[in-house]
């Protein structure tokens, strides 16, 4: 699964956007999310969505809002298994005619060692993640969801879930509606266990992606 994620290259996914395949503009406006280090559900973060040769760069609140939701009582729908998404009342509507791309640095997965859940920082094989995401109106608001699928051999050591992370020849087939549920295709993640301060949302700074040296008692 997909519980904390960084984003700090803003102006890199802009023009990344503008690369992909049939895509003449690229529109974002001016109060994208600023760089983050420690993303947690319910906030706001940018999603891309395409329509026809446009793509669009918006701010979202991770947890989707399905159409019928009418207020935000229960837990926050910031992943979707794929095993389910295609059935399951919170996300099928989403999943026809809802698709989106969620732009990642790196994330946080906690992992037990033997002697408690440490945080490691996630990187991908190729700068930029991309996650197949979904996005709804509900409450008048836009909203997304992370896909989530089983882990690959190469990571499920540290979790038995993983976030559906597109190829670069995936994006614009996710997007256009093609189902694509099946574990990701990438391979060569990085990961190094991260600062513990992670664990409190309300620390959000650079450093956190680093792992701290002990403190000396002493």
């Known amino acids: ?28 406006p001016e109060d994208l999310p600023p760089a983050r280090y420690n993303i947690a559900p319910t906030q706001m973060v940018p999603i891309v969505r ?10 979202a609140r991770w947890g989707l809002l399905p ?9 926050p729908l910031f992943n979707a298994r794929a095993e389910t998404v295609a059935s399951k009342p919170s996300f099928r509507d989403a999943f026809r005619k809802g698709r989106c791309v969620i732009p990642l640095d790196g994330y946080y997965e906690w992992h037990d060692d033997g002697t408690g859940k440490v945080p ?5 094989p190729e700068g930029m993640l991309w ?3 979904l996005w709804a109106t509900g409450m008048d608001q836009l909203s997304a969801t992370m896909v989530t699928t089983a882990a690959t051999d190469e990571m499920s050591w540290l979790h038995a879930r993983l976030p559906k992370f597109l190829a670069r020849d995936e994006i614009m087939p996710w997007l256009s509606g093609e189902e694509l549920l099946e574990p ?3 391979r060569g ?6 600062d513990p301060a992670v664990g409190n949302v ?6 956190l992606i680093d792992e701290q040296p002990p403190t000396s008692l002493f």
Request: contains cysteine; glycine residues 8%; charged residues 20%.
């Open 1 to 28: 699964m997909c519980g904390r994620f960084v984003l700090f290259t803003s102006d890199e996914l802009l023009a990344e956007v503008g690369s992909w395949p049939g895509i003449s503009e690229v529109h974002a």
């Open 50 to 59: 395409v329509s026809e040769s446009f793509a669009e760069v918006t701010p």
């Open 67 to 75: 159409h019928w939701k009418k207020d935000l009582t229960g837990p």
């Open 120 to 124: 490691y920082y996630v990187t991908g």
């Open 131 to 133: 996650a197949a995401g």
């Open 184 to 186: 990701s295709t990438l």
């Open 189 to 194: 993640f990085a990961t190094r266990k991260a």
């Open 202 to 207: 309300r620390n959000d700074y650079a450093e």
